[in-house]
């Protein structure tokens, strides 16, 4: 049997791309996933296609995760639902690209608050369960441009920086309950957004990647998975770079 058998999984930003395909990589080991995305058609989507697998099960849930009440009714109500969450996969986000000089306020806290925020609220609203919780994980996703800085993406930088030293600093604070918490920090990965990149532009990008290639969805799934095992035990407050060798 899966060590995550009958699990409960959150994860936050599952309806499309690496999210969903964390979801799914849950699903297929038998766990409880709760699919979190901003609209009920999207969540709800891949909820059905999940459960199609036939494997474990996924339940879609419609919330803003940048809004802190409406992401604290959503941990009750996955508790009633599907019981103490004991992983806790942070991985909404988007992007409001633009230089720095010509950016809005309104577009760098949009970033900030989905991004950042975001993973605070989910943290806060299933902390209880997760500190009570039997190998508990929390798995925040990054970015290597939270490493690196990339011109243009001043938010987007920002935010996934944060990211990452709100993972070491939640590591900090419980580790003495057991609970590990890291980061995963993704470089270019093929999605709905890779995919809009003109093929010139891709390979340039390609040239800057020791590997030669992008990333698949199912990478970053399964770091995630490594990180959530029994395997990762004894490691926290690290950020584990998928990323073709991009920063090294």
């Given at each position: 049997m899966s060590q995550f058998q009958d699990r409960v999984v959150v994860v936050t930003g599952s309806g499309r791309g690496i999210g969903k395909e964390i979801a799914k990589a849950f699903v297929e080991q038998g766990a409880k996933v709760a699919v979190a995305s901003r609209t009920e058609a999207n969540?709800?989507?891949?909820?059905?296609?999940l459960n199609a697998l036939g494997k474990g099960i996924a339940k879609g849930y419609a919330v803003d995760i940048a809004d802190f009440?409406?992401?604290i009714e959503f941990g009750k109500q996955v508790a009633a639902d599907l019981g103490p969450?004991?992983?806790?996969?942070?991985?909404?986000?988007?992007?409001?690209?633009?230089?720095a000089l010509r950016m809005s306020e309104a577009d760098w806290d949009t970033?900030?608050?989905?991004?950042?925020?975001?993973?605070?609220?989910?943290?806060k609203a299933f902390q209880r369960t997760l500190l009570k919780a039997e190998d508990a994980r929390i798995i925040n996703i990054s970015s290597v441009i939270g490493?690196?800085?990339?011109?243009g993406q001043a938010n987007y930088a920002a935010s996934k920086a944060g990211l990452i030293g709100f993972t070491k600093a939640l590591a900090k604070e419980f580790a003495s309950r057991k609970v590990c918490v890291n980061a995963v920090a993704p470089g270019f990965i093929v999605t709905d957004m890779t995919d809009d990149l003109s093929a010139e532009i891709q390979e340039q990008i390609k040239k800057n990647i020791p590997?030669?290639?992008?990333?698949?969805?199912t990478d970053i799934a399964?770091?995630?998975?490594?990180l959530a095992g029994r395997e990762a035990r004894y490691i926290t407050g690290q950020v584990l770079t998928v990323d073709g060798g991009m920063v090294m």
């Open positions: 969540s709800q989507a891949a909820a059905d296609e009440e409406a992401t969450v004991s992983i806790l996969v942070n991985n909404a986000g988007v992007t409001r690209d633009g230089l970033v900030l608050d989905t991004n950042l925020k975001g993973a605070f609220n989910a943290v490493l690196t800085g990339n011109a590997l030669g290639s992008f990333g698949e969805t399964n770091a995630v998975l490594f």
